[in-house]
């Protein structure tokens, strides 16, 4: 919507600005946590009783815009765990680290790591958690040392982990159709790239490779070359949404989700970033660019 209203200022744009003042974000802060909850329970008429709790993942553009809109605190930004507690022992690692104040706020700047690379792990080690954000925040130039750095890390890992691993002929693990049974929604990973961790079941989704095109392109182009090569995998529009690696069976349908993930990461990488800069021309959006761009990881 924020994009729509920059690209189409006239009567669209009013449109979406009317759709975007009814959004009220700060329904779902838990003011205690510090955290934004899932969603709303329709059946049980109320707020989710859980919450967002680990940095790395989609909803932190959630928590930029409802920053951005001033409807909950900035701290709100630096209450979201960058990694799990050190004592939540059942995680993939203990988090490694230690407690920096970055502005007025302290918080403990944990990360994993994995063959001497350190990263901040999403939730379930997806390429979609850590990169469906940066589609419209600018963290490759704002925090070059901070979420750009670990998105570039996640991405490489990836890639590391299918071809030195796994040793799959292809990469690119994310939540996606179940090639099996293409109607149903599968929650895929990489086990120590996230805090709870997907299964990997050698399912490759074509939305992770898309995403990863600003950083990593040339990997990216020539991963989409090896995909194609998978017989059934390219319909009338465009990739369908997975393969398994094994099987070789193609999940045969489109997920608006991950087209939409797909279409927009091709626009940025051939347009010079023309979806993110226009995010980024919406004034309430640059104002709290400091987020971005004052905290380190590593």
């Given at each position: ?65 409802a920053i951005a809109r001033e409807q ?227």
């Amino acid at each position: 919507l924020i994009v729509a209203k920059q690209a189409f200022t006239k009567e669209i744009g009013q449109e979406c600005q009317e759709i975007i003042d009814n959004m009220d974000f700060s329904r779902f802060y838990n003011k205690d946590l510090g955290q934004l909850a899932l969603g709303y329970e329709v059946d049980k008429n109320k707020i989710s009783p859980y919450h967002y709790g680990s940095f790395c993942t989609e909803p932190r553009v959630t928590s930029y815009i409802a920053i951005a809109r001033e409807q909950i605190p900035e701290e709100h930004w630096f209450r979201i765990p960058r990694t799990l507690p050190k004592e939540w022992e059942w995680q993939q690692q203990v988090p490694s680290g230690k407690t920096k104040k970055v502005m007025e706020y302290s918080l403990f700047e944990g990360y994993y790591t994995h063959n001497d690379v350190k990263y901040v792990p999403s939730w379930g080690g997806s390429m979609f958690e850590f990169l469906m954000p940066a589609l419209v925040l600018n963290e490759r130039e704002l925090a070059p040392q901070g979420l750009g750095l670990n998105d570039k890390r996640a991405v490489e890992l990836q890639i590391a982990y299918a071809r030195e691993e796994a040793h799959y002929p292809v990469w690119g693990i994310s939540p996606c159709a179940k090639p099996d049974k293409p109607t149903e929604y599968g929650e895929y990973g990489i086990k120590y790239l996230g805090g709870k961790g997907y299964e990997d079941k050698g399912v490759i989704a074509p939305h992770a490779t898309f995403l990863a095109l600003e950083f990593a392109p040339e990997q990216a182009i020539a991963n989409l070359k090896e995909l194609l090569k998978f017989e059934g995998i390219y319909g009338q529009y465009g990739f369908y949404d997975s393969v398994d690696i094994n099987t070789k069976e193609v999940g045969t349908k489109y997920l608006c989700l991950d087209q939409a993930m797909t279409l927009i990461a091709l626009d940025n990488y051939l347009n010079n970033g023309a979806i993110r800069r226009r995010f980024h021309n919406e004034p309430m959006i640059r104002k709290f660019e400091y987020l971005l761009s004052d905290e380190t990881f590593f």
